[in-house]
């Protein structure tokens, strides 16, 4: 399987702050990440595919960046919504299933 | 807009069988840019990709279930399953059913159901 390490585990972080999260990997996987956020009770909501593409809706302080083994996901401004966990999650091709998911970061006051 | 639901027993007795399905309605499954996924998130901890489904029927298994996994299209129903065998308390955790387009991430996900694996 290929390993999928976020960091930090756990990010301590005020409104207005700019936040950066590092997935890496344990291979390249060229541009396939995704970046989830979730909240406490609720399914997953796909902010970024592709490394860096804008989901529909979602607003555009989130960003992402990254190709091969090293990617981060930026919120410029973080919002009172945006406390919550995030993952990252390769989807290389189906020769590399599982797709797996980074263990997650929670962003929190 | 495109909506899934998963349902299914809520607890299940150790060594038998969990079946889940997903209904998924304002979309068809039988698109061929389309690959409907399970991911399960235990109590308090991450993510997991179960298996994968191309509208096909080509299907892929996370090898860490040993073959206890088997997904399933049923395009009369517009709905996809899941039975995954022999479980332990290993396999307690929220299920979640969702769907991945070609190039993308998972963009659509049901709400979750809680599986308890217990006698």
């Known amino acids: 399987d290929i390993q999928m390490t976020q960091s930090p585990s756990t990010l301590s972080a005020s409104v207005g702050d700019r936040v950066t999260i590092t997935c890496r990997a344990s291979?390249?996987?060229?541009?396939?990440l995704a970046w989830y956020q979730q909240k406490p009770g609720k399914a997953p909501k796909l902010l970024i595919y592709?490394?860096?593409n804008l989901e529909s809706g979602v607003p555009s302080r989130f960003s992402g960046s990254g190709s091969g083994t090293e990617f981060t996901l930026t919120i410029s401004s973080l919002q009172p919504d945006d406390f919550a966990t995030y993952y990252c999650?390769?989807?290389?091709?189906?020769?590399?299933?599982?797709?797996?998911f980074g263990q997650g970061t929670k962003v929190e006051i | 807009q495109l909506q899934l639901q998963e349902s299914g027993p809520g607890l299940v007795k150790p060594s038998e069988t969990l079946s889940l399905t997903c209904s998924v309605s304002?979309?068809?499954?039988?698109?061929?840019?389309?690959?409907w996924g399970w991911i399960r998130q235990p109590p308090g901890k991450g993510l997991e990709c179960i298996g994968s489904?191309?509208?096909?029927?080509?299907?892929y298994y996370n090898p860490s279930l040993k073959s206890r996994a088997t997904m399933s299209l049923d395009t009369s129903k517009n709905q996809f399953s899941l039975k995954l065998t022999s479980v332990t308390a290993t396999d307690t955790a929220v299920y979640y059913c969702?769907?991945?387009?070609?190039?993308?991430?998972?963009?659509?996900w049901g709400q979750g159901t809680l599986v308890t694996v217990s006698s």
């Open positions: 291979q390249s996987i060229s541009s396939w």
């Open positions: 592709k490394a860096s």
């Open positions: 999650q390769q989807y290389n091709t189906h020769n590399s299933y599982p797709w797996t």
């Open positions: 489904l191309y509208y096909g029927g080509s299907a």
């Open positions: 304002g979309g068809s499954i039988n698109s061929n840019t389309s690959f």
């Open positions: 969702a769907r991945r387009v070609l190039g993308g991430g998972y963009d659509y």
